[in-house]
């Protein structure tokens, strides 16, 4: 079978303009600090046996922090949107990749969650780049990342599409308040990247998904009225989370994983860098010791950035590129995963790509201040 060589061109990341650390909480919710163990967040992120895989017996060590290991996250102000972030994001994209709006032909946007009850936010968006392609919306949950990159690229192969403009954003801090303990391990943020054709043997080689039935009923949505009497959506943990997450997070990464490297004709061993969704602070221990593969190989940026949803793994993969930690044609694999969505991971050999300017992008301190192995350089 002949693969046409398509992939990442650009890649690019957005992040609101406001930084809270656990002292904020620490200062506005003492009383919820001392009843912690009793809230949302304990009740998501415990064990109450004996710890049975390495998804228990990573997350461990963090159970007696009310916080669950994480140290900083980033939330929209209130004169900010997720769309003023994504058309941020997208715009560094296109710089980076040397484009003009008018030549994108097609825009893949994927919101958790989008901006207006009932729309997505993919024509919102195509209007403020003044786009004249196609536009529409995709809905994997927290494992689009991957599945948009597949999409993407096949309608690149087929010949349909040139250029896609790939926008994946994420907005908790509007669907959860911030005295739902929930919303301690959350962030908002946008990650952007062009997908065009590459060098030959460049791009995507392989990718397996899978749906993730198991997990639809562990988050739910309840319509309320904010205080203008508008319409909001609240997003609620059903009972049954902590049980479902623990119960398939091992099955979902084997699968997936395996699954892309076989696809790509590739082994495990031969992959040079992985990038998951360290959608908690023990996210790239488990990984790595599920599949086999040393922490170095890996990248875990949780501690400055949390849980953005699915924007995390564009996050580690544009700081893995940004600190040379993949090079050009490397073997890169990638792996997302969403509740009531799925679960998907792409093996691509890493080409010439591009990357946009970050704000608040600061190497030197995020590498002098991160005690997490997996992030240090090596």
Same mark, same amino acid.
Request: aromatic content about 10%.
């Given at each position: 079978?002949?693969?046409?060589?398509?992939?990442?061109?650009?890649?690019?990341?957005?992040?609101?303009? &406001?930084?809270?650390?656990?002292?904020?909480?620490?200062?506005?919710?003492?009383?919820?600090?001392?009843?912690?163990?009793?809230?949302?967040?304990?009740?998501?992120?415990?064990?109450?046996?004996?710890?049975?895989?390495?998804?228990?017996?990573?997350?461990?060590?963090?159970?007696?922090?009310?916080?669950?290991?994480?140290?900083?996250?980033? $939330?929209?102000?209130?004169?900010?949107?997720?769309?003023?972030?994504?058309?941020?994001?997208?715009?560094?994209?296109?710089?980076?990749?040397?484009?003009?709006?008018?030549?994108?032909?097609?825009?893949?946007?994927?919101?958790?969650?989008?901006?207006? &009850?009932?729309? #997505?936010?993919?024509?919102?968006?195509?209007?403020?780049?003044?786009?004249? #392609?196609?536009?529409?919306?995709?809905?994997?949950?927290?494992? $689009?990342?991957?599945?948009?990159?597949?999409?993407?690229?096949?309608? $690149?192969?087929?010949?349909?599409?040139? !250029?896609?403009?790939?926008?994946?954003?994420?907005?908790?801090?509007?669907?959860?308040?911030?005295?739902?303990?929930?919303?301690?391990?959350?962030?908002?943020?946008?990650?952007?990247?062009?997908?065009?054709?590459?060098?030959? !043997?460049?791009?995507?080689?392989?990718?397996?998904?899978?749906?993730?039935?198991?997990?639809?009923? &562990?988050?739910?949505?309840?319509?309320?009225?904010?205080?203008?009497?508008?319409?909001?959506?609240?997003?609620?943990?059903?009972?049954?989370?902590?049980?479902? &997450?623990?119960?398939?997070?091992?099955?979902?990464?084997?699968?997936?994983?395996?699954?892309?490297?076989?696809?790509?004709?590739?082994?495990?061993?031969?992959?040079?860098?992985?990038?998951?969704?360290?959608?908690?602070?023990?996210?790239?221990?488990?990984?790595?010791?599920?599949? #086999?593969?040393?922490?170095?190989?890996?990248?875990?940026?949780?501690?400055?950035?949390?849980?953005?949803?699915?924007?995390?793994?564009?996050?580690?993969?544009?700081?893995?590129?940004?600190?040379?930690?993949?090079?050009?044609?490397?073997? $890169?694999?990638?792996?997302?995963? #969403?509740?009531?969505?799925?679960?998907?991971?792409?093996?691509?050999?890493?080409?010439?790509?591009?990357?946009?300017?970050?704000?608040?992008?600061?190497?030197?301190?995020?590498?002098?201040?991160?005690?997490?192995?997996?992030?240090?350089?090596?």
């Amino acid at each position: 079978m002949v693969c046409y060589p398509v992939g990442i061109r650009s890649l690019a990341f957005s992040l609101p303009s &406001i930084k809270r650390t656990n002292d904020y909480y620490r200062e506005k919710y003492p009383e919820l600090i001392a009843q912690s163990e009793q809230k949302s967040l304990a009740k998501l992120f415990s064990v109450a046996n004996t710890p049975s895989n390495e998804f228990d017996l990573n997350m461990l060590p963090y159970l007696q922090d009310p916080f669950r290991g994480t140290v900083q996250r980033w $939330v929209l102000a209130p004169d900010e949107s997720p769309l003023m972030l994504q058309e941020r994001a997208a715009r560094e994209a296109l710089n980076a990749a040397n484009l003009t709006p008018q030549e994108v032909d097609l825009m893949l946007v994927a919101s958790i969650w989008p901006e207006k &009850i009932g729309f #997505g936010d993919a024509a919102f968006l195509a209007r403020q780049l003044g786009l004249q #392609g196609a536009a529409w919306n995709l809905d994997a949950a927290c494992g $689009v990342t991957p599945v948009a990159l597949q999409t993407a690229c096949a309608l $690149v192969r087929s010949q349909e599409y040139r !250029n896609v403009l790939v926008v994946i954003s994420c907005s908790y801090s509007r669907f959860f308040d911030e005295d739902d303990t929930l919303s301690w391990f959350m962030s908002d943020g946008v990650g952007a990247f062009v997908v065009s054709s590459l060098a030959p !043997n460049q791009g995507i080689l392989g990718t397996k998904t899978i749906h993730t039935a198991a997990l639809c009923d &562990i988050f739910f949505a309840k319509l309320t009225e904010d205080e203008q009497g508008n319409p909001r959506v609240h997003m609620r943990m059903d009972k049954s989370a902590n049980k479902a &997450i623990r119960e398939t997070a091992v099955g979902q990464l084997r699968m997936c994983c395996e699954g892309a490297v076989t696809a790509a004709g590739v082994t495990i061993d031969q992959v040079d860098f992985f990038i998951f969704n360290t959608s908690t602070a023990w996210a790239a221990q488990f990984c790595t010791q599920v599949l #086999g593969i040393d922490i170095e190989r890996t990248i875990n940026l949780y501690p400055q950035y949390a849980n953005i949803g699915p924007v995390i793994t564009v996050a580690n993969l544009y700081y893995a590129a940004q600190l040379n930690k993949i090079h050009e044609n490397d073997l $890169v694999l990638i792996y997302g995963l #969403g509740a009531a969505g799925a679960a998907s991971a792409s093996v691509m050999r890493w080409g010439d790509v591009a990357l946009g300017s970050v704000p608040h992008l600061d190497l030197d301190s995020i590498l002098t201040n991160s005690s997490d192995r997996s992030f240090a350089l090596c």
